[in-house]
């Protein structure tokens, strides 16, 4: 089987809570390996912190999150926290049957990525991976931790623009990464303790606001446009089974502490 081989759907720019959010990837990684559509998908934060599957709680000022409205929930990815803002980030997952991707994690970053960049040059961003191994800033912050040429994406002046992660069921993969319109520094840092240096996140980050002039709604519209052409998806939705156990999923893991405060 291949990717071209699959039924796809690209569900467009929609915001739920952040449980529900990485509930739905959840659901339509079952919903891929039952035999129903592969999603290509483009959504929205409400304002969240979504830690890395083994991050340490301690690393988050929970107090701040709370005063600010910022919701917290953790990721079934690896890596370190991001801050999504709901007007500054965009974020994109991929999910197709496991037996229709590269088994090589490397070659599949390579793949799912492709129409990510295609998005970035249609909006007039020279974007491509990070050419070499960077150390980390603050390892806590995913956007400030160390880069790496598989998964993450820089600006024409080598800062960093959106980051990507996968997982890998048995029967299915799920990618999903973080595209950086704009920028918030001083909220994206006071997420953590140890608050890291707004000056030092502003020169490892970039945002495509300061690159081109481009309304966020092009940015959206060329990144459901050039995924759904990747893999000539038919515009869909989420059904109304996979929003009921969406929310059932949301509830009984997505906003336990013991799935969002537990400990590495």
Known sequence: MTLAE?????????????????????IAAETAAAGGPATVRVYTWPDVLSLGYNQDPDTVDWDFCEREGIGVTRRPTGGGAIYHDHYADLSYSIVAPADAVPGDLMECYQLFCGPVLDAFE???????FVDAERDAVHQPACYLRALHPAHDIVGP???????????????????HGSLSVSLRPERHCGCFTGEPDTDAFRERVGAIDEYVDVERGDVVDALCATLAEWVD???????????????ERAESKYTTDEWVRKSP
């Open 6 to 26: 699959l039924d796809w759907r690209v569900v467009g720019e929609a915001t739920d809570d952040g449980p529900t959010t990485m509930a739905l990837e959840e």
């Open 122 to 128: 249609g909006i007039g961003v020279d974007a491509s």
């Open 157 to 175: 002046d080598g800062r960093k623009l959106g980051g990507n992660a996968q997982y890998r069921r048995k029967d299915a993969v799920v990618q």
């Open 233 to 247: 998806a038919d515009e869909g939705q989420w059904t109304d089974d996979e929003r009921a156990r969406a929310r």
